[in-house]
């Protein structure tokens, strides 16, 4: 449970930093995708001549940008396109303060040279830089001391924002932990309940008889009767004993299967050659398809065993003479095995519940209930699936994945 909680708490935290890095992402792509309608244009320096007033500038006036020419005497003349200084003069000060890249507008991309001639000036070409978003810290000598406190607020807002978002997560999957284990306490309520329920008939035969020979003058007969009682229930009481041990072991967490690369062929065959006597003294007809080539599966042998003998004793056990099993293994997308007989089935109301443990289609047999949920907790254990299909008698159906 706890290793539960935490993966998922994990999971939590990488799925938030996921999540607030995709803004980020996706604007950086934006910004890759949308193509730079200056990229091949000339630079500033390239359209410098001697009269400002011939330079070309259509293409930045085409893009919301500007040219601006600002001459020796800092007097600003605009070109074209937004004014990029509110004044006509300018003083050195704000010279200086323009010419200083980090004190400019960062929505804009600017370009600036100087023209050496008779009448000197710098041109100022200026563009704006729409989606061109760039994931870099100007980390500067003059500014690091408010960069660095800036940063760690925003570390600091950012693990806040991440703590929230797993707090918020873990206890809701605290509450999902609680109602499984609510539940698994329920199941194992149940469980004691039918055990003990299944346990007190046969013991209490047992105790009967053995005290009725033990305190009472008894014929041989009788001697012989009870005897056979108590033997009988103590046979039963084993087998509920054995499945029920069977079915927590496979219950149990920690529980894998020793699987090997089988043919699921062969495999089968060699089952069903010593079932055959079975089918005979039961007056049970047969009929197998099993291919004749190889088909591997992963299986643990000794416990693989177990899902035919339990679902084959079963149509032996519940259906009478005359009763046609039919066993095919079929080689499709996965490996489908199925387990037939048109004797009595089950009936509709008792097919949802079927698989559960101690669920007893028929109250009349005395079987643990239990052979059913162990067949279905042995076939996922292999990775697979079992169903029981519609139609006459029982048809079990297990879809087992091909290796
Ligand atoms: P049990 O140990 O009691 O046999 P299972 O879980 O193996 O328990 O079977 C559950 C119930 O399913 C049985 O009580 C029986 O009524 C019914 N059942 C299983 N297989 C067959 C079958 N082939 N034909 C008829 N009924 C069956």
Redesign the pocket.
């Known amino acids: 449970m706890k290793k539960i909680l935490r993966n998922k708490f994990i999971k939590t935290i990488l799925a938030t930093i996921a999540i607030s890095f995709l803004p980020l992402i996706i604007l950086e792509i934006v910004s890759l995708i949308i193509p730079d309608p200056f990229e091949n244009s000339p630079t500033a320096a390239e359209r410098l001549c001697e009269d400002p007033y011939e330079i070309y500038i259509q293409d930045y006036l085409d893009n919301d940008g500007s040219a601006t020419v600002v001459d020796e005497n800092l007097h600003v003349i605009n070109l074209g396109g937004p004014a990029l200084f509110d004044k006509e003069y300018l003083s050195a000060d704000d010279w200086f303060l323009f010419i200083n890249p980090s004190d400019r507008d960062s929505g804009y991309r600017y370009d600036i040279a100087a023209y050496d001639g008779e009448y000197g000036y710098w041109l100022i070409l200026r563009s704006p830089v729409a989606f061109k978003f760039e994931l870099s810290i100007n980390l500067k000598p003059s500014n690091s001391y408010q960069t660095v406190i800036l940063l760690t607020l925003i570390v600091l807002f950012y693990f806040a924002v991440l703590l929230s978002f797993a707090g918020l997560y873990s206890e809701k999957v605290t509450k999902d932990i609680k109602t499984i284990e609510d539940e698994e306490e329920k199941k194992r309520m149940l469980l004691v309940s039918e055990i003990s329920h299944d346990l007190k008939t046969p013991l209490a035969s047992v105790q009967g008889y053995s005290e009725m020979l033990l305190e009472r003058e008894v014929s041989d007969k009788e001697r012989q009767d009870y005897l056979k009682l108590i033997h009988d229930n103590s046979v039963r009481t084993n087998v509920i004993l054995q499945?029920l041990f069977m079915y927590s072991k496979l219950e149990s967490a920690g529980f894998k299967p020793n699987a090997e690369r089988t043919d699921i062929c062969e495999f089968t065959r060699l089952i069903l050659a010593e079932y055959i006597a079975k089918f005979d003294d039961a007056g049970f007809t047969y009929e197998f398809e099993i291919p004749e080539k190889e088909i591997f599966a992963s299986l643990d042998k000794n416990l693989f065993r177990r899902i035919y003998d339990?679902?084959i004793e079963?149509?032996l056990?519940?259906?009478e003479s005359g009763t046609k099993i039919e066993i095919a293994v079929r080689e499709k997308e996965n490996i489908e095995i199925t387990i037939s007989?048109n004797?009595?089935?089950?009936p509709k109301e008792?097919r949802d519940k079927?698989?559960e443990p101690f669920?007893?289609?028929?109250?009349s047999?005395?079987?643990?209930?239990?052979?059913?949920?162990?067949?279905r907790q042995l076939v996922e254990l292999h990775g697979g699936t079992i169903e029981l299909a519609r139609g006459v008698?029982?048809c079990w159906i297990i879809k087992l994945p091909k290796i």
Do not use: M, Q, T
């Open positions: 499945s339990n679902l079963n149509s056990k519940y259906n007989d004797g009595i089935g089950i008792s079927i698989f669920y007893r289609a028929n109250e047999y005395h079987g643990s209930g239990l052979g059913l949920a162990i067949v008698g029982c």
